[in-house]
């Protein structure tokens, strides 16, 4: 197939194999970037980009996991150990609604001592006093792990968490490649797990995302096959409500040894995620790892998402990656970028518009 | 010559298929034309043109040099509101390196293997000629291979003026001495009313011009900048462009194109309102590919814009990512917060990344053996 070939079944609107899709890893950017924004008219037509106003709360650093790529997990001796108690996670999400915020994210890691129960309470809590607030919530690799240690089914811990008042599960997919998870991070559940509890939160009417976390030591074929795993997971359930790709920062990681992916690496995977994913409405950009001129640029690049202000990220602060963001400061960004700024809540619906 | 004849058949906006019309009919592009593109968000069309002239120019070869960058003082007379680097006389952190300090540097630094030392400075009232040709000398002893891409226009011009003797004659004395290019900078916006306001004391930017065209008639080549991202508008921005393509046609002797995007910390510019975002740089770099037609390179220097924008440019007009700047002090002062020099295999991995082939060179474009630098 020749190039002109391929840009004429992108525009026209046809699905791309997997062969394809690594084929547009030489093109050009901005060759990649025309048909990528191509297809993300076909996906959300207009020229709105979406964000929203939510907090990330890291209440433990406590991880079963210790994955090889994460900087942020307590380590004896180096990295001590914290838990947030009940009234810190309170007081946070207080914060979050005083400053007209709608959704929590809710992350920590596989816990070595807090039971199912703790998590149900703490989003039973969270409720109670909020009813109004999205709970974005836990990951599938909690959920797995969560099955283990209470000797139940994925499904059931998904039930239970739908019943404590989560929303949401965010995808959490790290890069769905078990050669790779195999290396960096064991521990942590299996791609076909992962599809499992993707499946399990379609079956109970949750919605979820698909993030990828590249530069861990993979090929560019590894790179889409994590896109065709994704794209299987949304054509099986359709509730991956959006795709988040950023890069692995390895400072102060186990990996520190690996070269960071660069800018072009990031900016591809975006155009070349659109271009794939025919079936995935909305591509967020990475402001938080790739910095704001990155994140501009992949809203021409087949983005229209600019994620969460995330008020307190800790885990990619943790490898020394540090970008701040406001309300202000995202609204002129998208406005710079010849796109009209839309503030949405966790289901991608429109709050307000500045015009 | 049509390298990219596909591009025209994506773009859906009238005035950009007219631009891109002449690009490929390679017809230069009118002062409106370069307003238009700096005022567009349409950056991934307006890349695939500034692209295909730079894929025309220069294939998928990418420029980088190892070099040392000497700011010999930062005593300077003007203390212009944009920097934030320079001192008074006698004031705490002046200071003059004398030309045996010099010497000594270039020496450690041809150990390391550099190809090219980038000597720029403050306007000096202590220093006279002698000094300017003893540290010129001292480089030479150092590294009598090495380039030198030596004083701005700026400083030219006020050696001329303090000495009391002809610009063509320091010209010519510099070049005695060893100097075989001059570097871009003074440049700044020629907008006198931006002047006024970032570095009211600075020549004016008709002045900076003859000093070029000077050079240029004295057989040294050198590279032309805009500092951009403070209070210059657009239009201004295009005046710039438009009196350096003027220049151009008549001396040929820029070699390179090197926007300087603006770092307002430690300096008394306000660049508050903005946007930190990448479509202006993006823009910026693909109008100046697409303008500048009469000048050959254009540089994207990393340290400046950081390494992700940098490589990112490098698909959209720009085929020189800069040096590895050995010792680099006056961006840095202005807050940029990228690491103080880069290490060649670090350009390399950049570059290759890009898909694109690193080839090692100086201000004259020649191309170096790559490698023999230690980082």
């Not at chain 2, 690009?23 to 230069?28: A, E, L, Q, S």
């Not at chain 2, 700026?154 to 003026?161: H, I």
């Not at chain 2, 004391?201 to 002045?207: E, V, Y």
Request: charged residues 25%; glycine residues 8%; proline residues 5%.
């Amino acid at each position: 197939m020749t190039r002109d070939t391929l840009k004429q079944a992108i525009y026209s609107g046809r699905r791309i194999t997997p062969l394809e899709a690594l084929s547009l890893f030489d093109w050009d950017l901005p060759e990649l970037g025309c048909a990528a924004d191509y297809r993300r008219r076909m996906a959300w037509p207009g020229y709105t980009v979406g964000f929203i106003v939510d907090r990330i709360i890291n209440y433990s650093n406590r991880c079963e996991a210790m994955c090889r790529f994460c900087a942020f997990h307590a380590r004896g001796g180096q990295i001590p150990g914290y838990d947030l108690t009940r009234e810190e996670i309170i007081t946070k999400v207080e914060e979050l609604v005083a400053a007209g915020g709608t959704q929590v994210m809710l992350q920590g890691g596989l816990h070595p001592d807090w039971s199912l129960q703790t998590h149900l309470d703490l989003a039973r809590e969270i409720k109670r006093h909020y009813p109004g607030i999205k709970l974005h919530s836990f990951s599938p690799a909690e959920i797995i792990h969560l099955a283990r240690r209470q000797a139940t089914t994925p499904d059931d811990i998904v039930a239970q968490l739908k019943a404590a008042g989560v929303d949401s599960v965010p995808g959490a997919s790290d890069l769905l490649v078990d050669r790779i998870r195999r290396e960096v991070s064991p521990k942590k559940c299996s791609t076909a797990e992962w599809m499992t509890v993707i499946e399990s939160l379609h079956r109970h009417g949750m919605a979820s995302s698909a993030t990828m976390t590249y530069g861990l030591g993979e090929s560019p074929a590894e790179r889409i096959e994590h896109l065709r795993v994704v794209r299987e997971a949304q054509d099986r359930t359709g509730i991956l409500r959006a795709f988040i790709p950023w890069s692995f920062s390895p400072a102060r990681t186990e990996l520190d040894d690996l070269p960071r992916a660069t800018a072009m690496d990031y900016l591809k995977i975006v155009a070349i995620g659109r271009i794939f994913l025919d079936n995935v409405t909305h591509i967020q950009a990475g402001w938080l790892t790739e910095g704001v001129k990155m994140a501009q640029l992949a809203l021409a690049m087949g983005a229209n998402d600019m994620g969460g202000i995330l008020t307190e990220e800790r885990v990619v602060k943790a490898t020394g990656v540090e970008t701040r963001m406001t309300r202000e400061s995202m609204i002129s960004l998208i406005r710079d970028a010849g796109r009209i700024p839309v503030e949405r809540n966790s289901n991608y619906e429109e709050i307000r518009r500045f015009t | 010559m049509k390298a990219y004849m596909n591009v025209p058949n994506t773009i859906q906006d009238a005035p950009l298929q007219t631009i891109a019309g002449k690009v490929n009919d390679g017809i230069p592009l009118g002062g409106e034309d370069a307003l238009y593109l700096l005022n567009s968000p349409r950056i991934m069309e307006i890349g695939a043109l500034a692209h295909s002239v730079r894929t025309r120019l220069h294939g998928d070869r990418t420029f980088y040099g190892v070099n040392l960058n000497l700011n010999y003082t930062n005593v300077c007379e003007l203390r212009c509101p944009l920097c934030a680097y320079s001192r008074d006389a006698g004031t705490e952190g002046a200071y003059t390196l004398s030309p045996k300090d010099i010497e000594a540097r270039v020496r450690v630094a041809v150990l390391k293997g550099i190809d090219e030392v980038h000597v720029v400075g403050g306007l000096n009232p202590e220093l006279d000629l002698a000094y300017y040709e003893e540290l010129l000398l001292a480089i030479r002893r150092a590294g009598p291979e090495l380039y030198v891409v030596g004083f701005t226009a700026t400083e030219y011009d006020y050696v001329a003026r303090r000495q009391g003797i002809p610009l063509e004659e320091v010209l010519r004395r510099f070049r005695e001495a060893g100097v075989n290019a001059l570097p871009g900078g003074g440049a700044e916006v020629f907008a006198p009313e931006v002047r006024q306001v970032i570095a009211p004391r600075k020549m004016p930017g008709q002045r900076w011009l003859d000093v070029m065209r000077a050079a240029h008639q004295a057989g040294l080549k050198s590279n032309a900048t805009l500092l951009y991202g403070h209070i210059e508008t657009p239009a201004q921005i295009v005046d710039h462009l438009t009196r350096l393509r003027s220049l151009q046609e008549e001396t040929g002797g820029f070699k390179a194109f090197v926007p300087l995007a603006f770092h307002p910390d430690n300096t008394t510019v306000s660049a508050s309102a903005r946007v930190p975002g990448g479509f202006s740089d993006i823009r910026l770099y693909a109008t100046a590919r697409l303008f500048l037609h009469n000048i050959p390179h254009l540089k994207a220097l990393w340290m400046y814009l950081g390494e992700a924008m940098a490589q990112t440019l490098l698909d959209f007009g720009v085929d020189d990512m800069g040096s590895t700047y050995a010792d680099e002090r006056i961006v840095h002062a202005a807050g940029a917060t990228t690491e103080p020099s880069g290490s060649e295999a670090r350009l390399q991995r950049l570059i290759r990344a890009a898909g694109k082939t690193p080839v090692r060179t100086a201000s004259d474009y020649r191309p170096r053996p790559a490698g023999k630098a230690a980082s």
